[in-house]
């Protein structure tokens, strides 16, 4: 149930690529919130930037927003996504509420309506989604 509801929540992401207001205004609001974290080895083929959501906390049952621009550095013919959700508990502890692994090509098909191969180039998700009630209020 759990994965069900993230992904719900991920499938409403939409990458549009064009020419975007984020690219010369706003960088340092975009960079308030340090939400993601970009666990990957290198950022060889993509990197995720000025990315913000707000409200923060987020709120369960709530809207919040994404804003983000995405850098593909290289041609993605496939990949596994790897995609972890942690709640700090403590100081020392996290609780994980999703730790799923996705074929990528499949996720972004299925999601974000592109297809592989995806194409080098600037990416940029602008949107606005709920909270599954399965997430406790709080930072993440």
């Known amino acids: ?17 064009s020419a975007h207001p984020y690219d010369d205004v706003g960088k340092a609001e ?10 990957s080895p290198s950022n060889k083929f993509f990197e995720v930037t000025n990315r913000k959501i707000s409200p923060m906390p987020i709120m369960r049952g709530q809207d919040f927003h994404i804003l983000a621009k995405i850098e593909i550095k290289e041609k993605i013919e496939w990949g596994i996504l790897h995609l972890m959700v942690t709640y700090p508990l403590c100081s020392n502890m996290n609780v994980t509420i999703v730790d799923e692994k996705l074929n990528f090509c499949d996720f972004c098909d299925d999601a974000l309506k592109l297809y592989c191969p995806i194409q080098p180039g600037t990416y940029y998700m602008n949107d606005t989604y709920q909270i599954p009630e399965i997430f406790w209020t709080g930072l993440y």
Not at 1 to 17: D, F, P
Not at 30 to 39: A, M, P, Q, Y
């Open 1 to 17: 149930m759990a994965v069900s509801g993230v992904y719900q929540v991920l499938s409403l992401l939409v990458l549009t690529k």
């Open 30 to 39: 975009l960079n308030d919130h340090e939400v993601f974290r970009d666990c």
